[in-house]
C-alpha cells in the first residue's frame, strides 16, 4: 500500500511541475531615447563658443566616453558634445551665457573621480572640422589607409602631393 501511496504522490507532483508552467508571451516595450546628436534649439541673440580639452583616465569608449559625452550634451547651453576616447579628446560648442570652461571641467569630473581635465582652449573650428581633404574611396595610398582596417577613409596630410589627396572642387 505505501509503494502505490508513493508512486500516485511522485505520479500528482510530476503532473503538477509540468503542466503548471505560466507560458506568457514577452511583453514588448518601445523607449524614446534623447540621443546625443539630436539638435538642441539655437538663440539667435546668444554667443557661441567651442572649447576642445584633454580628458585623461577614460579606459573604454562605451562606458567612460559614451557617459561624459552624455552629461556634457545634457548641461544647459551646450549645443554640440563629442568625447573622442582614443585622442583623450572632448569638444564641446556651448552658449557662452550659460557655460564657462569652468562648468564643463566640473561636469567631467563630476562623473568620476578619475577623470581629469587639462589643455583646455577655446578654438574657431574643432581638430577633426581643420582636415579638408579626404582621400577617395577605395584609394591605396599609404597616406589614405586607415591603419586599424586597411581599407577605410581617414584625411591627408596636409603637405600629400598624391593624386588621391588632391583638394575636391
Do not use: H, R, W
Not at 507532483?13 to 518601445?30: G, P
Not at 540621443?35 to 538663440?43: I, S
Request: hydrophobic share 35%; charged share 30%.
Amino acid at each position: 500500500m505505501k509503494t502505490i501511496t508513493y508512486i500516485l504522490g511522485a505520479t500528482l507532483c510530476f503532473l503538477l511541475a509540468t503542466n503548471c508552467k505560466n507560458n506568457k508571451e514577452a511583453e514588448v516595450k518601445t523607449i524614446e531615447v534623447e540621443t546625443t546628436e539630436a539638435k538642441k534649439e539655437l538663440d539667435p541673440n546668444a554667443t557661441y563658443a567651442k572649447a576642445e580639452f584633454t580628458v585623461k583616465g577614460m579606459t573604454c569608449a562605451v562606458g567612460c566616453a559614451a557617459t561624459i559625452e552624455k552629461k556634457i550634451a545634457k548641461m544647459e547651453g551646450v549645443t554640440y558634445a563629442k568625447v573622442d576616447f582614443e585622442n583623450e579628446l572632448a569638444m564641446v560648442e556651448y552658449d557662452e551665457a550659460k557655460v564657462t570652461p569652468n562648468s564643463l571641467e566640473a561636469t567631467v569630473t563630476g562623473v568620476a573621480d578619475t577623470y581629469k581635465v587639462s589643455d583646455m582652449k577655446t578654438v574657431d573650428a574643432f581638430s577633426n572640422e581643420a582636415k579638408t581633404k579626404a582621400c577617395e574611396p577605395g584609394c591605396e595610398k599609404d597616406c589614405c589607409k586607415n591603419k586599424a582596417t586597411g581599407t577605410e577613409k581617414m584625411a591627408c596630410k596636409a603637405d600629400c602631393k598624391k593624386a588621391c589627396c588632391a583638394q575636391k572642387a
